[in-house]
């Protein structure tokens, strides 16, 4: 299975002690990543969850190049992380789209950007293939549905051949069954294409379903608390014994781990 | 002139495959009241032609023959060509919307004021030239009014193309500088620092205000009129493609910047279309600025164009002239307008609905 070869090749995306600190509107400091530690696998499916404002955009920001940490260390195969690069693609809350362009030309804006969109012509029709698009390839984004302007945005990002393909709660604004869908294409495409996945997420029936690693974070300040290794085979049975008993680990580690009251989770 | 396209035609986008929408049921014209409405528009032409061709002419008015590629035309018969061409017109357009309900509603709702301008061009044809009621020699019925196109349409058409090559220029030059300094102030705080004062206020001022300045500055009548048409143009337009530079929003470029673009993509590629909006609002206005612009400067001083036209025509009273030039313009100035209009629906088809104003 995929799980032990990733195992092997270790620590694809370094993350090392990184702390990350913004002030808010009242000169508050507000420790947003607190020495942050994290390997992840090449080939990986990793998810991060944990409440609102626990970091996770954060940590996913500076992975991407975005920001800057203010101590600590980010390395993709071994060389610092200083700014965005398309290997490492990046998929928004809210998708992102660029609203001027059709479905086809947001999907191969990545090429043009990085000047090899001649030699690639043929990708773009791949991809709008694998994210199964190809009745809206002439359509504005706003003519398509949320759930096909995520796909779109995930095929966008792929289409530049990324080590890792970081994903910001990509079905957050998505009802369960577009989402179930999405969620199987997200598996799909991983396997297809072994990039390493980093998928924030709220959801932890979401994380389960999807994920080899489970990251779980806490608030204030935004820290690591604890790593689940999921060992279960693909397709998983979300009614499963197994899922269900992992599912209730990962919801008590969550409500113990903040001293509030527990937030709310879609199933 | 109802058919006059509006400033900006606002109309809404059809997603590619999708139906076109039809008007809610009870907002839909049944057949029967097709019919009336079919008879009113035709009714109201017929009424002008039939004024024009049977009510005596009382009033002393000198009626001159002209011959047009062997034709012998007087104005009345071209009037009357004129009304009869869009008669047959609006006969085949309706008859045409007769089996389309989207394009039968906008036929008949048109129709009235069809009627009316074809009763008030009777009327006015009685007062004006029939019984010459209205005060001569200001305001000429309206067959008059096509006159000087029999008697100098050489010349006429020489003052129409003095005005489009001026305000081509001018519009044109005008656009390039605004959307170019409008990047610039929009993309760079430096130079938004030290110019966009400086553009705020002068963009206040009226074009014509620099005429003097103008006159004495450029060489020739027609470049001094260009600058003037430029500098209306560049204000309005610099403006707001700066603001649409500006009101990028920042996740964009994110966006842009992780899938590996650098400046020039995120200036050419993202602010840019993204400003596309404000800088079609910006032309617009620029345009309105522009005629009124335009046709000053002619009036003060050009060898040629529209203007200079109506202000030959004043020194001789031959007012019917000046209506005839008036007509001109509207006519001229809609079309520009319709086509910049086009221009921007076809850019900003991408746009939500219907295309914002
Ligand atoms: N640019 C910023 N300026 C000030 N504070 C910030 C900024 N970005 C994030 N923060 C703060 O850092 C903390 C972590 O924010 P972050 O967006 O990473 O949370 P999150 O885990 O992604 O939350 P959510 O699940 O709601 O998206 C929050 O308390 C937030 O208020
Ligand atoms: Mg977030």
Same mark, same amino acid.
């Given at each position: 299975?995929?799980?032990?070869?990733?195992?092997?090749?270790?620590?694809?995306?370094?993350?090392?002690?990184?702390?990350?600190?913004?002030?808010?509107?009242?000169?508050?400091?507000?420790?947003?990543?607190?020495?942050?530690?994290?390997?992840?696998?090449?080939?990986?499916?990793?998810?991060?969850? @944990?409440?609102?404002?626990?970091?996770? /955009?954060?940590?996913?920001?500076?992975? +991407? =190049? *975005?920001?800057?940490?203010?101590?600590? %260390?980010?390395?993709?195969?071994?060389?610092?992380?200083?700014?965005?690069?398309?290997?490492?693609?990046?998929?928004?809350?809210? @998708?992102?789209?660029?609203?001027?362009? /059709?479905?086809?030309?947001?999907?191969? +804006? =990545? *090429?043009?950007?990085?000047?090899?969109? %001649?030699?690639?012509?043929?990708?773009?029709?791949?991809?709008?293939?694998?994210?199964?698009?190809?009745?809206?390839?002439?359509?504005?984004?706003?003519?398509?549905?949320?759930?096909?302007?995520?796909?779109?945005?995930?095929?966008?990002?792929?289409?530049?051949?990324?080590?890792?393909?970081?994903?910001?709660?990509?079905?957050?604004?998505?009802?369960?069954?577009?989402?179930?869908?999405?969620?199987?294409?997200?598996?799909?495409?991983?396997?297809?294409?072994?990039?390493?996945?980093?998928?924030?997420?709220?959801?932890?029936?979401?994380?389960?379903?999807?994920?080899?690693?489970?990251?779980?974070?806490?608030?204030?300040?935004?820290?690591?608390?604890?790593?689940?290794?999921?060992?279960?085979?693909?397709?998983?049975?979300?009614?499963?014994?197994?899922?269900?008993?992992?599912?209730?680990?990962?919801?008590?580690?969550?409500?113990?781990?903040?001293?509030?009251?527990?937030?709310?989770?879609?199933? | 002139?109802?058919?006059?396209?509006?400033?900006?035609?606002?109309?809404?986008?059809?997603?590619?495959?999708?139906?076109?929408?039809?008007?809610?049921?009870?907002?839909?014209?049944?057949?029967?009241?097709?019919?009336?409405?079919?008879?009113?528009?035709?009714?109201?032409?017929?009424?002008?032609?039939?004024?024009?061709?049977?009510?005596?002419?009382?009033?002393?008015?000198?009626?001159?023959?002209?011959?047009?590629?062997?034709?012998?035309?007087?104005?009345?018969?071209?009037?009357?060509?004129?009304?009869?061409?869009?008669?047959?017109?609006?006969?085949?357009?309706?008859?045409?919307?007769?089996?389309?309900?989207?394009?039968?509603?906008?036929?008949?709702?048109?129709?009235?004021?069809?009627?009316?301008?074809?009763?008030?061009?009777?009327?006015?044809?009685?007062?004006?030239?029939?019984?010459?009621?209205?005060?001569?020699?200001?305001?000429?019925?309206?067959?008059?009014?096509?006159?000087?196109?029999?008697?100098?349409?050489?010349?006429?058409?020489?003052?129409?193309?003095?005005?489009?090559?001026?305000?081509?220029?001018?519009?044109?030059?005008?656009?390039?500088?605004?959307?170019?300094?409008?990047?610039?102030?929009?993309?760079?705080?430096?130079?938004?620092?030290?110019?966009?004062?400086?553009?705020?206020?002068?963009?206040?001022?009226?074009?014509?205000?620099?005429?003097?300045?103008?006159?004495?500055?450029?060489?020739?009548?027609?470049?001094?009129?260009?600058?003037?048409?430029?500098?209306?143009?560049?204000?309005?337009?610099?403006?707001?493609?700066?603001?649409?530079?500006?009101?990028?929003?920042?996740?964009?470029?994110?966006?842009?910047?992780?899938?590996?673009?650098?400046?020039?993509?995120?200036?050419?590629?993202?602010?840019?279309?993204?400003?596309?909006?404000?800088?079609?609002?910006?032309?617009?206005?620029?345009?309105?600025?522009?005629?009124?612009?335009?046709?000053?400067?002619?009036?003060?001083?050009?060898?040629?164009?529209?203007?200079?036209?109506?202000?030959?025509?004043?020194?001789?009273?031959?007012?019917?002239?000046?209506?005839?030039?008036?007509?001109?313009?509207?006519?001229?100035?809609?079309?520009?307008?319709?086509?910049?209009?086009?221009?921007?629906?076809?850019?900003?088809?991408?746009?939500?609905?219907?295309?914002?104003?």
């Amino acid at each position: 299975m995929n799980k032990e070869s990733s195992a092997s090749s270790d620590g694809i995306l370094k993350i090392e002690e990184v702390n990350r600190t913004y002030y808010d509107d009242d000169g508050h400091r507000v420790e947003a990543l607190q020495k942050i530690n994290l390997s992840v696998r090449r080939g990986e499916f990793l998810s991060i969850i @944990g409440s609102s404002g626990c970091g996770k /955009t954060t940590l996913l920001r500076l992975i +991407a =190049g *975005l920001d800057q940490p203010e101590s600590g %260390r980010l390395t993709l195969n071994g060389k610092p992380i200083t700014g965005p690069d398309p290997q490492r693609g990046y998929v928004f809350q809210q @998708g992102g789209l660029f609203p001027w362009l /059709t479905v086809e030309k947001n999907i191969a +804006a =990545g *090429l043009k950007a990085r000047g090899v969109y %001649r030699q690639n012509k043929d990708l773009v029709a791949y991809f709008i293939q694998l994210v199964g698009l190809q009745d809206f390839a002439k359509s504005y984004p706003h003519q398509i549905s949320g759930g096909m302007a995520q796909r779109v945005a995930i095929a966008r990002a792929l289409i530049n051949n990324p080590d890792v393909l970081l994903l910001d709660e990509p079905m957050g604004a998505l009802d369960s069954f577009t989402r179930a869908d999405l969620q199987d294409k997200l598996l799909e495409l991983h396997r297809e294409n072994k990039t390493t996945m980093l998928l924030v997420t709220h959801d932890v029936d979401e994380a389960i379903y999807l994920s080899d690693r489970i990251v779980i974070m806490t608030p204030r300040p935004g820290r690591i608390s604890e790593i689940l290794e999921v060992n279960l085979p693909h397709p998983r049975h979300r009614g499963g014994t197994e899922f269900l008993h992992l599912r209730r680990r990962i919801l008590e580690k969550l409500h113990l781990a903040s001293a509030m009251p527990p937030p709310e989770y879609t199933i | 002139m109802d058919d006059l396209p509006d400033i900006l035609p606002a109309r809404p986008l059809f997603p590619a495959g999708q139906k076109k929408q039809l008007p809610p049921e009870e907002r839909r014209i049944p057949m029967k009241q097709w019919g009336v409405h079919f008879t009113l528009t035709l009714l109201g032409f017929a009424v002008a032609i039939a004024v024009n061709r049977w009510v005596k002419q009382t009033a002393n008015v000198v009626i001159k023959t002209y011959t047009v590629a062997g034709f012998p035309l007087t104005f009345n018969t071209l009037y009357r060509l004129i009304i009869g061409g869009l008669l047959l017109f609006y006969a085949v357009s309706g008859l045409f919307s007769y089996s389309d309900p989207e394009r039968r509603n906008k036929f008949t709702s048109r129709a009235p004021f069809r009627l009316v301008m074809g009763l008030v061009l009777a009327v006015w044809d009685i007062l004006g030239t029939k019984l010459l009621l209205l005060p001569q020699p200001f305001f000429p019925g309206p067959a008059k009014i096509l006159e000087p196109f029999l008697m100098e349409a050489n010349f006429i058409w020489e003052n129409i193309l003095y005005s489009l090559r001026l305000f081509a220029a001018g519009f044109t030059l005008g656009v390039i500088l605004g959307i170019g300094t409008g990047i610039l102030i929009g993309w760079f705080p430096k130079v938004y620092y030290w110019f966009y004062p400086l553009l705020k206020m002068t963009g206040v001022i009226p074009a014509v205000a620099w005429m003097p300045f103008a006159l004495t500055l450029f060489p020739t009548p027609f470049s001094a009129a260009v600058f003037l048409i430029v500098i209306c143009g560049w204000f309005s337009i610099a403006s707001l493609t700066a603001q649409g530079i500006q009101s990028t929003p920042k996740a964009l470029f994110e966006v842009a910047r992780t899938l590996g673009a650098k400046t020039p993509y995120l200036v050419f590629r993202v602010a840019i279309p993204q400003a596309m909006p404000e800088i079609f609002t910006g032309i617009a206005n620029a345009n309105g600025f522009a005629f009124t612009t335009l046709v000053m400067a002619e009036m003060m001083g050009q060898p040629g164009g529209l203007g200079y036209y109506i202000n030959l025509s004043k020194v001789w009273s031959a007012y019917y002239k000046v209506f005839a030039a008036i007509l001109v313009m509207a006519i001229l100035f809609s079309l520009i307008m319709k086509i910049i209009g086009l221009v921007r629906a076809r850019v900003l088809r991408w746009q939500k609905g219907w295309v914002k104003e």
